[in-house]
């Protein structure tokens, strides 16, 4: 079994930065980070390949956010750059501890983290 722990959330001002992380316990395949504001749904918000080599994220995030993992750490990075109000939100870490790779629907995921809450200020 898997065990993800999420650390790096806070409150920053819009157009700042954040780097979320997540470690995993245990082996995984493809790896995710998905969000939810209040009253909405769980939205993803990008993934990456258990070997690291496949991205994708969501059109509202390129160009701004940039997944990435260190399989020698077993943990999962979404590093948060030009964030917008609208980024507000409670942000998830997900595993997937068998294929396929690279699913963007949050039922595929086996593992999830508690959340961490990541407030964008005017």
């Known amino acids: 079994q898997v065990q993800l722990v999420e650390s790096g959330g806070g409150l920053v001002q819009a157009g700042g930065s954040l780097r979320l992380s997540c470690a995993a316990s245990?082996?995984?395949?493809?790896m995710g980070w998905f969000r939810q504001a209040p009253g909405k749904e769980r939205e993803f918000v990008a993934v990456i390949s258990g070997s690291g080599g496949r991205t994708y994220s969501a059109d509202s995030v390129k160009g701004r956010f940039t997944i990435s993992r260190d399989n020698a750490k077993n943990t999962v990075y979404l590093q948060m750059n030009s964030l917008k109000p609208e980024d507000t939100a409670v942000y998830y870490c997900?595993?997937?501890?068998?294929?396929?790779?690279?699913?963007?629907?949050?039922?595929?995921?086996?593992?999830w983290g508690q959340g961490t809450q990541v407030t964008v200020s005017s």
């Open positions: 997900a595993a997937k501890t068998h294929g396929p790779d690279v699913v963007l629907s949050p039922a595929a995921y086996d593992y």
């Open positions: 245990g082996r995984t395949f493809s």
